[in-house]
C-alpha cells in the first residue's frame, strides 16, 4: 500500500487534525516526530531527556491513524534539519509522499496541482488510491500553456475511470504558486508534486504565512521516481 510521512513536531504538541488523519485512511502512515535541536546540543542528551513523553504522544497518534483505517508507525528523531530528516526518513520508509499538516475538519474538495516539472502520473495514481471510493471532489489545476507529460483532459479520464468525481482547471498567465494560491480556499487539501514550482520555500516556511492566509489545508507532496531523487 502507499505509504505517506507525516512530520509532527511532537515536543511542541503539535497535533494531527482528524480530517488529514481520515483523509489518509487509504493509506499506510508513518507518523515522524521530530524536534529541532538548538545549535550544539547533543542529540543523546535531547533524547535522554525527551525520549519518553515524545513516544507517549507518538504512540497516541499512531493509534489514531490506524483507527482510520491504514497501518501505521513512527518514527522519532532530533535534528538539526528537519527539511533533510523529512527526505531521510522518507527515503528508509520508501515513502511516496509526505504532509505538510494543516487545519481541516472533512476533506470534500481535494485541490490537485499539476503544473511545473512533476511526476503527473505519479500523482494521479496517488490520488486514486487516496479517494478510493469516497465521496470527495478532485479539482485538477494547470496553469495554461503548461501541457506537462500527462495532458490534463488524460489525468482526468484515469480519475473518473476510477469512479471519482473530477473537473478541471486552467489558470490563465499566471504563476503557478500564484494560481495555487488562488484556488485553496475553495479546497480542504491541496496534492501537489516534489518538483512543483516554489516547494522548497513551502517546506522552508518562507511561503508558509502566504498559504495560511488563504485557509489552506494540508499539502499532500508527492515524491520524485526514485531514480529522480538523487
Given at each position: 500500500m502507499t505509504r505517506v510521512v507525516v512530520p509532527v513536531a511532537v515536543l511542541k504538541n503539535e497535533a494531527v487534525p482528524l480530517g488529514l488523519m481520515n483523509l489518509l485512511g487509504t493509506m499506510d502512515v508513518t507518523v515522524l516526530g521530530y524536534h529541532v535541536l538548538p545549535e550544539q546540543t547533543p542529540p543523546d542528551q535531547a533524547r535522554s531527556q525527551y525520549e519518553e513523553r515524545a513516544n507517549a504522544a507518538l504512540t497516541d497518534i499512531t493509534e489514531e491513524f490506524r483507527e482510520a483505517g491504514g497501518d501505521a508507525d513512527y518514527r522519532l528523531v532530533f535534528t538539526?534539519?528537519?527539511?533533510?530528516?523529512?527526505?531521510?526518513?522518507?527515503?528508509?520508509?520508501?515513502?511516496?509522499?509526505?504532509?505538510?499538516?494543516?487545519?481541516?475538519?472533512?476533506?470534500?474538495?481535494?485541490?490537485?496541482?499539476?503544473?511545473?516539472?512533476?511526476?503527473?502520473?505519479?500523482?494521479?495514481?496517488?490520488?486514486?488510491?487516496?479517494?478510493?471510493?469516497?465521496?470527495?471532489?478532485?479539482?485538477?489545476?494547470?496553469?495554461?500553456?503548461?501541457?506537462?507529460?500527462?495532458?490534463?483532459?488524460?489525468?482526468?479520464?484515469?480519475?473518473?475511470?476510477?469512479?471519482?468525481?473530477?473537473?478541471?482547471?486552467?489558470?490563465?498567465?499566471?504563476?503557478?504558486?500564484?494560481?495555487?494560491?488562488?484556488?485553496?480556499?475553495?479546497?480542504?487539501?491541496?496534492?501537489?508534486?516534489?518538483?512543483?514550482?516554489?516547494?522548497?520555500?513551502f517546506l522552508l516556511g518562507e511561503v508558509t504565512a502566504r498559504v495560511a492566509a488563504e485557509s489552506v489545508g494540508p499539502v499532500l507532496v508527492v515524491r520524485r521516481p526514485p531514480a529522480e531523487r538523487e
Open positions: 538539526a534539519n528537519r527539511q533533510k530528516t523529512v527526505r531521510r526518513v522518507a527515503d528508509e520508509v520508501r515513502a511516496d509522499a509526505y504532509a505538510i499538516t494543516g487545519a481541516t475538519g472533512a476533506v470534500d474538495q481535494l485541490l490537485v496541482s499539476l503544473s511545473g516539472d512533476v511526476a503527473a502520473d505519479r500523482i494521479i495514481e496517488f490520488v486514486s488510491e487516496l479517494v478510493g471510493d469516497r465521496d470527495i471532489r478532485v479539482t485538477l489545476l494547470r496553469v495554461a500553456g503548461d501541457e506537462g507529460v500527462t495532458p490534463l483532459e488524460g489525468a482526468r479520464s484515469r480519475l473518473e475511470d476510477a469512479g471519482i468525481d473530477v473537473r478541471t482547471k486552467i489558470a490563465e498567465d499566471r504563476n503557478p504558486l500564484d494560481a495555487l494560491l488562488e484556488a485553496v480556499p475553495h479546497h480542504d487539501a491541496i496534492v501537489m508534486g516534489e518538483q512543483a514550482p516554489s516547494l522548497e520555500s
